[in-house]
T-cell receptor, first 115, second 114 residues
C-alpha cells in the first residue's frame, strides 16, 4: 500500500533562514508527489507537484521541492523563510499507472517561522 | 474563477441525527473528492466522484455516502451521527481526476457532533 511519512510534527525556523520540511514515501510504482499548505481555518492550497522530469520542482510562494528516488524523499524547501509561511504543510502521493487512486496524505508538519 | 465552495461552513448536530454537506467545484472541474480531517487521524479520503460516478471509496462505514450531480456539484451525507464524526470535511475538485492533476480544496465544513 502506498504511504507517505512526514517525520517532524513541528519545524521551527528563524525568519530569513532556509527552511526544509521533510517527506518520505513508500509506493510500489512510480509516484506522483504533491505539497499542500493549510492556513488556519482554511482549506488546503496546492504548492507544487512532481510528475516526471527534472527532480527539482519549483512552486508557489518561492517554495521548491527535490525528488530523490533513491532515498524515496520529496522534501519541501525555501531559501529564506517568512513569518507568513507559518502554517501546516502536507505531503501527498498518488501512484501510477494504477488507475484512479486517491491522494494519500502525510500527517502534516507545522511550520513556525519566528521573527 | 471562483474557488471551491462548501456549505455550510459550520454545523452542530446531535448524535443520531443525519447531515448533508454540499460542495460546488471550480467551474469546468468534473472530479470531486471528499476528505475528513481530524487532529488524530489527519486527512483521510472518503470518496471521489467523476461525471456523477463514484470512482473511489475510502475505508469509512456505510453511514457515509455521497453523490454528484450533472453540474458536478456534490453532496455527502452522514447518517446516524456519532461523536467521532466531529471533523473538518474538505471537498476538493480537479479538472479531470487524472493522477497528474492537482486538487483544489474548499474551506471545509466544520461538523461538531454533541
Amino acid at each position: 500500500a502506498q504511504s507517505v511519512a512526514q517525520p517532524e510534527d513541528q519545524v521551527n525556523v528563524a525568519e530569513g533562514n532556509p527552511l526544509t520540511v521533510k517527506c518520505t514515501y513508500s509506493v510500489s510504482g512510480n509516484p506522483y508527489l504533491f505539497w499542500y499548505v493549510q492556513y488556519p481555518n482554511r482549506g488546503l492550497q496546492f504548492l507544487l507537484k512532481y510528475i516526471t522530469g527534472d527532480n527539482l520542482v519549483k512552486g508557489s510562494y518561492g517554495f521548491e521541492a527535490e525528488f530523490n528516488k533513491s532515498q524515496t524523499s520529496f522534501h519541501l524547501k525555501k531559501p529564506s523563510a517568512l513569518v507568513s509561511d507559518s502554517a501546516l504543510y502536507f505531503c501527498a502521493v498518488r501512484i501510477l499507472p494504477s488507475g484512479n487512486t486517491p491522494l494519500v496524505f502525510g500527517k502534516g508538519t507545522r511550520l513556525s517561522v519566528i521573527a | 474563477k471562483a474557488g471551491v465552495t462548501q456549505t455550510p461552513r459550520y454545523l452542530i448536530k446531535t448524535r443520531g441525527q443525519q447531515v448533508t454537506l454540499s460542495c460546488s467545484p471550480i467551474s469546468g472541474h468534473r472530479s470531486v473528492s471528499w476528505y475528513q480531517q481530524t487532529p488524530g487521524q489527519g486527512l483521510q479520503f472518503l470518496f471521489e466522484y467523476f461525471s456523477e460516478t463514484q470512482r473511489n471509496k475510502g475505508n469509512f462505514p456505510g453511514r457515509f455516502s455521497g453523490r454528484q450531480f450533472s453540474n458536478s456539484r456534490s453532496e455527502m451525507n452522514v447518517s446516524t451521527l456519532e461523536l467521532g464524526d466531529s471533523a473538518l470535511y474538505l471537498c476538493a475538485s480537479s479538472f479531470t481526476g487524472e493522477l497528474t492533476y492537482e486538487q483544489y480544496f474548499g474551506p471545509g465544513t466544520r461538523l461538531t457532533v454533541t
